[in-house]
């Protein structure tokens, strides 16, 4: 077929144009994304991994001390983001997969962990956009360099760290099939809550542990349209061990940054309760 109407052939290349430009969502996803990098892949975000990611990390090699032993133990990481605590639980020795169901997260994380073949080889600006709580210009056009350490550089036996796309409610559906679950900033990205609860539940194997470190900020909780079921902490808690687990740590009194600007005037210092819960050894489903 053939437009012999050239403005009709313009007008509608511009439609289509327009249909492809990038949304508020779509910006403010790259911006995250970006501060994502610098939480994961920077010197600048190893406070915020020490908070956030060691205690969860120290949990699962108590709970597997025999490091040869470990590489028969499966470990999933959901909500994984940009990779960076499936990768350094995988550096200890664990089989361990991350799971991410955002496209922007994704993108990201295949890039730092399979194209960069050095440190320090990229330079990126994430708070250039914050125009807000900037003590000044020097500080908001800042470059942040990633990643701090390459990951190609370390040896891994094959198939001992993988990435896996996807939502994980419906990714997962094979049963006891992991020995343990790790989550950070992970529980309250759910619609209901108790599907994760339920999910991570089935697919752990009878005597395997949850380790959770994070808040309850729910992401769809003033969404128009969307559904959100909002516990409180102490109401998860209950929820779990309905379910059938057995709580065996918690300590409330954790607190963690997330993806903060260190030098902004304003700083949000998240309350991060840290639990681990085993499914009974008995448990059969």
Same mark, same amino acid.
């Given at each position: ?7 009709? +052939?313009?007008?509608?290349? =511009? ?13 403010? #996803? ?5 501060? =994502? ?7 600048? %975000?190893? +406070? +915020? ?15 597997? @001390?025999?490091?040869? &032993? ?12 940009? /990779? ?6 995988? #550096? ?5 997969? /991350? ?6 997260? $994704? ?22 956009? =914050? ?11 800042? /470059? ?14 094959? /198939? ?38 339920? &999910? ?6 009878? %005597? ?5 470190? %994070? @808040? ?7 969404? @128009? ?18 379910? %059938? ?29 840290? $639990?681990?819960?085993?499914? @009974?050894? +008995?448990?059969? $489903?």
């Amino acid at each position: 077929f053939h437009n012999s109407n050239p403005l009709d +052939e313009r007008s509608s290349s =511009q439609a289509a144009l327009q249909q492809q430009q990038p949304t508020r969502y779509d910006y403010e #996803k790259v911006r995250t994304t970006l501060r =994502q990098f610098v939480r994961d892949w920077s010197t600048e %975000g190893a +406070e +915020e991994r020490a908070a956030s990611y060691q205690p969860i990390i120290d949990e699962l090699c108590a709970r597997f @001390p025999n490091e040869q &032993k470990r590489a028969n133990i499966r470990v999933l990481v959901p909500g994984a983001g940009l /990779g960076r605590l499936a990768f350094e639980i995988a #550096k200890l020795g664990f089989e361990c997969q /991350g799971n991410e169901w955002s496209v922007f997260m $994704l993108f990201a994380a295949n890039f730092i962990l399979n194209k960069a073949t050095g440190t320090d080889m990229f330079t990126i600006y994430p708070w250039v956009t =914050q125009s807000c709580n900037q003590p000044g210009i020097e500080a908001m056009c800042r /470059g942040v360099s990633i990643p701090d350490i390459n990951p190609r550089s370390v040896e891994l036996p094959e /198939g001992a760290f993988s990435m896996v796309a996807g939502d994980f409610l419906e990714v997962y559906t094979q049963t006891e099939d992991w020995d343990a679950v790790t989550t950070c900033f992970f529980l309250d990205t759910a619609h209901n809550i108790l599907a994760y609860l339920e &999910k991570m539940f089935a697919i752990l194997k009878p %005597g395997g542990f949850l380790i959770n470190l %994070g @808040p309850l900020l729910y992401h769809f909780s003033d969404t @128009p349209g969307e559904f959100s079921l909002d516990l409180t902490y102490e109401e998860v808690l209950t929820a779990m061990e309905d379910i %059938g687990f057995k709580i065996l740590v918690r300590d409330d009194k954790k607190s963690s940054p997330y993806i903060t600007n260190t030098q902004s005037l304003l700083q949000y210092i998240y309350t991060t309760p840290f $639990l681990v819960a085993q499914k @009974p050894v +008995e448990s059969r $489903l």
